[in-house]
T-cell receptor
Framework: NAGVTQTPKFQVLKTGQSMTLQCAQD?????MYWYRQDPGMGLRLIYY???????DKGEVPNGYNVSRLNKREFSLRLESAAPSQTSVYFC??????????FGPGTRLLVL | GIQVEQSPPDLILQEGANSTLRCNFS?????LQWFHQNPWGQLINLFY???GTKQNGRLSATTVATERYSLLYISSSQTTDSGVYFC???????FGTGTRLTVIP
């Protein structure tokens, strides 16, 4: 039982390049979330998926798209990366309405 | 969205000391969690505590929902307690900016 896994762990992009961050959970949870964490700040919600086949915007969705591929997987796509998207990205999945389980994070640097 | 404020922003303790971290939130919430982010960036759940008091070893937490605050107590601190402590409230987890704790031997 790996919990929440994310790939890649680290990525460097040039401005304008695209990439997809992958997230998977093996806990059979319905909900999955994507957050970003900027230096010295807490996490901010980008998008979430309450169940397979549904996605909704969070606090900072601009510049991102998501796909809930199946119950296990929730991907985050940057179509045209910008330096302002340099951040650490966390995927998470809650157990019911309680404990939130986080992945290890993806460090993204956009030059 | 809900505003979440944490204090103090930074805290330096001698190993063995006790501390209290505070989280204030701007609106009624049904859920509140405390997390620890270790120096390697990993986020670890500490407590799910929408109200009342819970204890887990040297850590305990109390939430007074009617007064919109929560407290995290760390007793007999150890160097491994260092990192950033976040409180977060539901709907979709609004995070505070955290308290950075450094425990020195």
């Amino acid at each position: 039982n790996a919990g929440v896994t994310q790939t890649p762990k680290f990525q460097v992009l040039k401005t304008g390049q695209s990439m997809t961050l992958q997230c998977a959970q093996d806990m059979n949870h319905n909900s999955m979330y994507w957050y970003r964490q900027d230096p010295g700040m807490g996490l901010r919600l980008i998008y979430y998926s309450a169940s397979e086949g549904t996605t909704d915007k969070g606090e900072v969705p601009n510049g991102y798209n998501v796909s809930r591929l199946n119950k296990r997987e929730f991907s985050l796509r940057l179509e045209s990366a910008a330096p302002s998207q340099t951040s650490v990205y966390f995927c998470a999945s809650p157990a019911g309405g309680e404990t939130q389980y986080f992945g290890p994070g993806t460090r993204l640097l956009v030059l | 969205g809900i505003q979440v404020e944490q204090s103090p922003p930074d805290l330096i303790l001698q190993e063995g000391a006790n501390s209290t971290l505070r989280c204030n939130f701007s609106d009624s919430v049904n859920n509140l969690q405390w997390f620890h982010q270790n120096p390697w960036g990993q986020l670890i759940n500490l407590f799910y505590i929408p109200s009342g008091t819970k204890q887990n070893g040297r850590l305990s937490a109390t939430t007074v929902a009617t007064e919109r605050y929560s407290l995290l107590y760390i007793s007999s601190s150890q160097t491994t307690d260092s990192g950033v402590y976040f409180c977060a409230v539901w709907g979709n987890l609004f995070f505070g900016t955290g308290t950075r704790l450094t425990v020195i031997p």
